[in-house]
């Protein structure tokens, strides 16, 4: 798929992330914990997920998208390594959603518009890094083998949280919630939305918010 494209659907995705960490995720974690602790937590699992993703800068994951700054991927004669360090910079990123999807499950009715919202903006993630990797000269097999593992690891680890999460009551819910609702804010900053605005069409801003608006219509739908 052609830049523009791939920058199209990221818009939409992003919008429909934040809608859903905005007005799903942080919304209730306030309503429960309160306000500083709710902010005390989401701004902790923001900085630990920069840090993470600064960290795999050193080992060519920076660029695990397609564009992000609109550099190339490394290839591995250019870094030897960097095709894992994308793989780990994927699941890292991954890892938000899965915390909070791990919690959300264990409400009386699943909240099917996290669902939605966490789907919606994988999909251009997916199609971004796919076509990063094969602009870097990986092959089919490394993406389909790599994407297929990204999504037995993202199940496996919705699952572990459903059942690790159980032991956990009081304020100690909501917190977690915050704390992967920060995560998910900064994976959506850092690794999103400079690629949807990078060099895009026009209109992107319009296109968020029509990811925004999207999740506010299939949350009344589903309830």
Known sequence: MRHHAIAMTMSVGAGVLLAGVSLKVAADAIQIAGPVPAALSLLLGATLFSACNALLMHFGAAHRKRCGECVQQPTESEQPGSGIAIAVGNA????PEALLLGIALRDQ???L?????????NIPEALSSAAGMR???RSYTYVLLLWSAVALGG?????A?????????GPWMPRLQAFGAGALLAMTAETMIPEAFHNSPRFSGMLAAFGFGLL???DAITR
């Open 92 to 95: 890292v990123d991954g890892i």
């Open 109 to 111: 009715v699943v909240p």
């Open 113 to 121: 518009a996290l669902v939605f919202a966490f789907s919606a903006g």
């Open 135 to 137: 602009a870097a000269g």
């Open 155 to 159: 199940a496996i680890a919705i699952a």
């Open 161 to 169: 949280g459903y059942v690790g999460f159980a032991s956990l009551s």
């Open 216 to 218: 506010l219509v299939v």
